[in-house]
């Protein structure tokens, strides 16, 4: 019993370098990673298309309004344009938000590579 107990101690003898399952814990991390990110971009272009979807319903009443050609309808398109150039700001934001985190994703999935190192990457200029 000893003697297997040892055997078996001697062949787990590895640095952690030599992880057979290293491999698998990148791709598995990578796995995660691509989960979060397409969730993150999902959720961003929901988040965006309700806004959208909002400024259509505006667009519309504010050309309901300007085919009425009754004064008080016609004033009232002021409020609606301000709140459809409000929704589009959102829409901008949330767009650059979703490109910052695609980028910086992007970014630091190409600096690591299959093993889990980090290497520099540098550009010429």
């Known amino acids: ?3 297997s107990r040892n055997r078996s101690l001697v062949g787990n003898n590895r640095s952690p370098e030599m992880n057979e399952n ?4 990148v791709a598995a991390s990578a796995a995660v990673e691509d989960v979060e990110v397409w969730d ?4 961003g272009f929901k988040r965006a298309q309700l806004y959208l979807d909002q400024n259509r319903d505006l667009i519309q009443r504010v050309n309901e309004n300007h085919m009425s050609r009754i004064p008080d309808n016609v004033s009232r398109n002021v409020g ?9 700001s959102q829409v901008m934001e949330i767009y650059s ?8 994703k992007f970014d ?3 600096r690591t590579t299959k093993d889990g190192d980090t290497t520099t990457t540098t550009t010429g200029s």
């Open 22 to 25: 290293d491999g698998e814990d």
């Open 97 to 104: 938000d979703l490109s910052l985190n695609f980028a910086k």
């Open 1 to 3: 019993m000893e003697a």
């Open 40 to 43: 993150t971009l999902s959720n």
């Open 108 to 110: 630091q999935r190409r």
């Open 80 to 88: 609606l344009i301000n709140e459809i150039n409000g929704n589009i």
